[in-house]
């Protein structure tokens, strides 16, 4: 059974710094294809950072130079560094992974960026 479990969320103000962790149990170890999406209130949900099937991490533009993804594949843990947050920010937080060619997400964690 796959399990994601997230942690990390919170409240910050902005210019602020957060940091999402996300442990995957129940894959195989190394796997490529794991990262965060997010959703705000009436949007779609939409990807933050992502580690791709050929390795490579993906990001949206709205976060490049800000957020920084990275994995402890040994554990299957990808941590999401949130740096200079901004109220755009704000949305619930998601850890995808995609194995046996099947996806899987997590609960969920709730980022709010606000003074």
């Known amino acids: 059974q796959v399990q994601l479990v997230e942690s990390g969320g919170g409240l910050v103000q902005p210019g602020g710094s957060l940091r999402l962790s996300c442990a995957a149990t129940?894959?195989?170890?190394?796997?490529?294809?794991m990262g965060w999406y997010r959703q705000a209130p009436g949007k779609q949900r939409d990807v933050v950072a992502h580690?791709?099937?050929?390795?490579?991490?993906a990001y949206a533009n709205s976060v490049k130079g800000r957020f920084t993804l990275s994995r402890d594949s040994t554990k299957n843990t990808v941590l999401l560094q949130m740096n200079m947050l901004k109220p755009e920010d704000t949305a619930n937080y998601f850890c995808?992974?995609?194995?046996?060619?099947?996806?899987?997400w997590g609960q969920g964690t709730q980022v709010t960026v606000s003074s």
């Open positions: 129940g894959i195989a170890n190394n796997v490529n294809t």
């Open positions: 995808h992974v995609v194995f046996a060619q099947q996806h899987y």
């Open positions: 580690f791709t099937v050929d390795g490579r991490i």
